[in-house]
């Protein structure tokens, strides 16, 4: 059981090139979602999924793209990298249970766009 | 979601308890209050939640007031290993839409001395 998956690890990105950070989770979880740390900063939510097939905007999605063809996996896409999307970007599954409380985080991918 | 208000920083020293307190005087009677950590540079680690009753679980103790407008996480005996990042969270629970929505703000940086 490996819990959330992130790949890759770090990155380095010239400004306007495009890639995609992968998150794969093994434990049937309903809900993924991305989230993204600055320096000094809390998390902020990028986007969410509640299921296969179904994507939402958190609170700063723009910029990025996000698809949920099966459960398991949530990819994020950057579609033109810029120097402000430089940051840690984590992401998390939970069942979709009321209140169960406990998401699960991946170990985080550390982007640097140039 | 309820806004919530911690300090910025604590300390605390090694096997003593470390209470970490919260304000969350806007939340709604059917918001749960959530306690999450983050060491260094990992992803955020779930510790803890309630609605109206204290709860304890093998990580910490959760103490919510009669009024439900603060709490307190307790680590009953800190090591150094706690040292971390604590994110005090009160999402907003409307019709499960908004389930998983976490909002991180800043948290207290709690810092255990040998």
């Known amino acids: 059981n490996a819990g959330v998956t992130q790949t890759p690890k770090f990155q380095v990105l010239k400004t306007g090139q495009s890639m995609t950070l992968q998150c794969a989770q093994d434990?049937?979880?309903?809900?993924m979602s991305w989230y993204r740390q600055d320096p000094g900063m809390g998390l902020r939510l990028i986007h969410y999924s509640v299921g296969a097939g179904i994507t939402d905007q958190g609170e700063v999605p723009n910029g990025y793209n996000v698809s949920r063809s099966t459960t398991e996996d949530f990819p994020l896409r950057l579609l033109s990298a810029a120097p402000s999307q430089t940051s840690v970007y984590f992401c998390?599954?939970?069942?979709?249970?009321?209140?169960?409380?406990?998401?699960?985080f991946g170990e985080g991918s550390r982007l640097t766009v140039l | 979601d309820a806004k919530t208000t911690q300090p910025t920083s604590m300390d605390c020293a090694e096997g003593r308890a470390a209470n970490l307190p919260c304000n969350h005087s806007?939340?709604?009677?059917?918001?749960?209050v959530y306690w999450y950590r983050q060491i260094h540079s990992q992803g955020p680690q779930y510790i803890i939640h309630g609605l109206k009753n204290n709860e304890t679980n093998e990580m910490a103790s959760l103490i919510i007031t009669e009024d439900r407008k603060s709490s307190t996480l307790i680590l009953p005996h800190a090591t150094l290993r706690d040292t971390a990042v604590y994110y005090c969270i009160a999402p907003a629970n409307a019709g499960g839409t908004s389930y998983g929505k976490l909002t991180f703000g800043q948290g207290t940086i709690l810092t255990v001395h040998p």
């Open positions: 998390a599954s939970s069942v979709l249970l009321m209140n169960t409380g406990e998401l699960f």
């Open positions: 434990m049937n979880h309903e809900y």
């Open positions: 806007t939340i709604s009677g059917n918001e749960y």
